[in-house]
């Protein structure tokens, strides 16, 4: 597998660490490609790799291509015209990550094989500690052919792999990982909020929560940081604003009201409103302990 010439589109924190998980294991990363070119620029110097000015270079550079894009658009985009992924691309697998609707895994897999190459989608319940040490979870969708040849590639950036199905199932999973996530993040938020409230040592309640049916990993995650307001961003709230809609587009489609998926929803789209979004995802407890919210929209940062 190491032969395999790699590259990477999308090269924030996330498809960053990554790519320099595969380069520390001897992996061949030949191009990175981001529209934020200074960020591209660095790591490319770092991994001695080629900055792609385009997406038909990483195609034409490179035989496997990891997509770490934020949003559907962006998913949209790097499949589509004449300057796409797709520009020559018969035989190149690629493998897609971004955490969006199955609607739209679906498109880049149909996309992809129309072109003549194939698909996964390798959707991470994970951060970016994880991404550079190798330990991600993946949850992944597509051919189980193509699955099965990737095997390795994704091993060597895992700590555990779920093959479920198709691309579309993938995301399914993915964003009710996220929903869930998301509604026990807030659910701690204001727990600590009201122990807060009412008087409590946060510590001793902390340590209690994690005896009982109280607990989480968000516990684990999450409490310190919201007690002591350090949200520095492994997960942004802007981004569980997205995936908390995603799940909920879900659930519209099926027919399904999901009262707590979308009271968080709210949650987080509030913190955007105040300027929260770049925070952490534990950053909801500005908006759930008592006195933080007097003045918390004017502050940039904690």
Do not use: W
């Not at 990554?18 to 380069?23: E, G, N, S, T």
């Amino acid at each position: 597998m190491k032969d395999m010439k790699i590259g990477f589109v999308g090269t924030g924190r996330m498809g960053a660490n990554m790519a320099r998980r595969l380069a520390d294991l001897g992996y061949s990363i030949c191009a990175v490609y981001d529209p934020h070119g200074s960020i591209v620029a660095s790591l490319a110097f770092e991994l001695n790799c080629f900055t792609a000015k385009s997406l038909p270079e990483v195609t034409a550079a490179c035989d496997v291509i990891f997509t770490v894009v934020t949003d559907e658009d962006a998913m949209r985009e790097i499949f589509s015209g004449e300057e796409s992924l797709l520009l020559g691309s018969a035989g190149r697998v690629f493998i897609n990550c971004a955490t969006v609707g199955p609607e739209v895994h679906e498109f880049a897999a149909e996309a992809a094989e129309k072109a003549g190459a194939f698909a996964l989608a390798a959707c991470m319940a994970s951060s970016i500690p994880q991404a550079r040490q190798g330990l991600l979870y993946l949850i992944v969708g597509g051919q189980s052919a193509v699955y099965e040849r990737m095997r390795p590639l994704l091993e060597d950036i895992s700590a555990s792999l779920r093959y479920v199905g198709g691309v579309g199932e993938a995301a399914k999973v993915k964003a009710l990982v996220n929903m869930v996530m998301n509604i026990n993040t807030a659910g701690l938020a204001e727990g600590l909020g009201l122990g807060a409230a009412v008087g409590l040592d946060l510590q001793m309640l902390k340590e209690v929560f994690s005896q009982t049916g109280a607990n989480s990993r968000v516990l684990e995650t999450d409490g310190d940081d919201m007690i002591n307001r350090d949200h520095d961003c492994y997960f942004s709230a802007a981004h569980a604003a997205k995936d908390s809609g995603i799940a909920n587009t879900l659930a519209g489609m099926a027919g399904v009201s999901p009262p707590l998926s979308r009271a968080t929803e709210v949650q987080y789209r509030k913190m955007i409103e105040l300027g929260l979004g770049g925070l952490d995802k534990s950053g909801i407890a500005e908006i759930t302990f008592p006195n933080r919210m007097a003045g918390v929209a004017a502050k940039s940062g904690f």
